[in-house]
């Protein structure tokens, strides 16, 4: 009789990671939406100092995804995030209060610190709860937060700006994060063996499963060895092109579409909801068939490189068709979210697992660090030039950077394990 896996991992894990990383992403993008509504006029910010304040929550991202990912991997994923809901959306929530830019630029690096273990403690968490035949819809479930965040969070914020004003914003949406603290306590286990809705053979199938992969995959004996392999390295300089892109767009294309039209924050709610709406159903397709085909970077590097060649669609249309433009601007948003589920798949499928958190959290912070590059010269191009086309041709370059960093990655070829099938149909 064949092993199975229990499926009910999905219904019960997914929706708790997708809330939790949805409401990460909330409190790190809205500050685009007060960008475009009139916090920088409130507050006297000049449009250089408004792309460093963008931008300088990825600093404090950048510095505390070891430190994180190490107390994850080696003590509690639960009661990591546990704290770091809390802290966040207080944070989130005092941005609503600010009088000066000293202030704001303090909480702005706060939130980047206390965010900074979110991304690679869940991945760590769902190493430990999902297989190598899974880990890439896993993985895109809990991406999913970032674009389906920004989706309905454009639409929100936008109403609620409109409504009440950018500071109102903050206030309300910083509190789910911390009311959410609450019942991520009572829902989460760290592992399956402490889950009470598993039953013993569902936990023993699984754990053999975990432990089977690993028998594929090479020994790495520690954190240091681990960093200097050419794969890692490879990976945090494609990982930091690749995220300039990313974030340049996320945290500034509410400002480039009322640059490019004379609308409304509702209106323009609306137009930046629509490229991760695309994005949501790109990443759901890719990351099925990444599991299918267990090929990884064929579902990376094409993509990011479709996202480039938007973005200089972009530049060439320039201001002469606004429509045509904006066209392109959702293309790139989905091409370079598609990828997500599979390149987070590569590192756990190529080290085992007592460095693989860590290699995820430098690879992370390395993206952080693009992150905080992007957003900050993007900003910046904007505003010296008066015009977003600059900002598409040093975000296109970016991913075609990341492009051919990913082509040259070689993936180790370790033993193929067969997958043990689940007990019932799953998404």
Same mark, same amino acid.
């Given at each position: 009789m064949k092993t199975t896996l229990a499926a009910k991992r999905w219904w019960y894990i997914m929706p708790i990671v997708f809330i939790t990383y949805s409401l990460a992403y909330l409190d790190r993008a809205n500050f685009s939406f007060a960008s475009a509504a009139g916090?920088?006029?409130?507050?006297?910010?000049?449009?250089?100092?408004?792309?460093?304040?963008?931008?300088?929550?990825?600093? $404090?991202?950048? *510095?505390?995804?070891?430190?994180?990912?190490?107390?994850?991997?080696?003590?509690?994923?639960?009661?990591?995030?546990?704290?770091?809901?809390?802290?966040?959306?207080?944070?989130?929530?005092?941005?609503?209060?600010?009088?000066?830019?000293?202030?704001?630029?303090?909480?702005? *690096?706060?939130?980047?610190?206390?965010?900074?273990?979110?991304?690679?403690?869940?991945?760590?968490?769902?190493?430990?709860?999902?297989?190598?035949?899974e880990r890439s819809?896993?993985?895109?479930?809990?991406?999913?937060?970032?674009?389906?965040?920004?989706?309905?969070?454009?639409?929100?914020?936008?109403?609620?700006?409109?409504?009440? $004003?950018?500071?109102?914003?903050?206030?309300?949406?910083?509190?789910?994060a911390v009311i959410w603290a609450v019942a991520w306590w009572f829902m989460v286990s760290d592992k399956p063996a402490q889950a009470g809705w598993l039953s013993e053979a569902e936990k023993a199938a699984l754990q053999a499963q975990l432990e089977k992969e690993q028998q594929?995959?090479?020994?790495?004996?520690?954190?240091?060895?681990?960093?200097?392999?050419?794969?890692?390295?490879?990976?945090?300089?494609?990982? *930091?092109?690749?995220?300039? $892109?990313?974030? $340049? *767009?996320?945290?500034?294309?509410?400002?480039?579409?009322?640059?490019?039209?004379?609308?409304?924050?509702?209106?323009?709610?609306?137009l930046s909801a629509v490229p991760y709406l695309a994005a949501t159903v790109t990443m759901l397709i890719v990351s099925w068939l990444s599991d299918k085909t267990r090929n990884r970077k064929l579902f990376v590097w094409p993509l990011l490189l479709i996202g480039a060649l938007a973005f200089i669609g972009s530049f060439l249309v320039g201001t002469s068709n606004f429509w045509f433009s904006y066209t392109l601007l959702v293309i790139a948003g989905a091409a370079m979210y598609a990828p997500y589920g599979p390149f987070f798949a590569i590192?756990?499928?190529?080290?085992?697992?007592?460095?693989?958190?860590?290699?995820?959290?430098?690879?992370?912070?390395?993206?952080?660090?693009?992150?905080?590059?992007?957003?900050?010269?993007?900003g910046y191009l904007n505003g010296a030039t008066g015009s977003p086309s600059a900002s598409y041709i040093f975000m296109a370059a970016a991913l075609l950077a990341s492009v051919g960093l990913t082509i040259i990655v070689k993936p180790t070829h370790n033993t193929r394990v067969a997958p043990v099938q689940p007990d019932a149909r799953h998404a």
């Open positions: 916090i920088n006029e409130d507050l006297g910010i000049t449009k250089g100092v408004s792309s460093l304040l963008g931008a300088l929550f990825f600093l $404090g991202y950048f *510095f505390f995804q070891i430190p994180g990912a190490l107390y994850a991997e080696r003590r509690s994923v639960k009661k990591l995030i546990f704290w770091c809901l809390i802290l966040w959306g207080g944070c989130a929530t005092l941005t609503g209060i600010v009088s000066n830019i000293p202030a704001l630029a303090a909480i702005r *690096f706060m939130l980047g610190v206390v965010e900074a273990a979110v991304m690679p403690a869940m991945l760590i968490y769902i190493s430990n709860w999902f297989t190598q035949s819809r896993a993985n895109t479930f809990l991406i999913l937060g970032n674009p389906v965040t920004v989706l309905w969070m454009s639409v929100v914020s936008g109403y609620l700006i409109e409504s009440y $004003g950018w500071r109102e914003m903050f206030i309300i949406e910083g509190f789910p594929g995959i090479k020994a790495v004996r520690n954190y240091r060895e681990a960093f200097k392999s050419r794969n890692v390295i490879l990976l945090c300089a494609q990982y *930091f092109a690749w995220s300039i $892109g990313v974030y $340049g *767009f996320v945290l500034w294309l509410p400002s480039i579409l009322r640059g490019g039209m004379e609308m409304g924050m509702v209106q323009a709610g609306w590192i756990p499928e190529m080290l085992p697992r007592n460095v693989a958190g860590g290699a995820m959290a430098l690879i992370n912070s390395m993206g952080a660090l693009g992150s905080f590059v992007g957003s900050w010269l993007v």
